[in-house]
């Protein structure tokens, strides 16, 4: 599995169907390629995923799918 795929994998429970959308996102305003998700990308797309996740949930649950991103 891809660094992406665990990413998508870990994020769905959080963001449903729009978890791939949620994360191109995050991506592109980090000037990243989806698919070419790196470990050492892992930390600031973490952060930023905590962050925009926190507009649409509880900060809670954002900030434990930030961890969980960041921990793979």
Known sequence: MTIYEEVVFVSKTYLGPATEQFI??????????PPQLAKTDL??????????????MD???AQELSAKVKSL
């Open 24 to 33: 191109a996102r995050q991506c592109k305003l980090l000037k990243i390629n």
């Open 43 to 56: 930390p600031g797309l973490a952060k930023w995923m905590g962050v925009g996740a926190g507009l649409l």
């Open 59 to 61: 900060e809670k649950k």
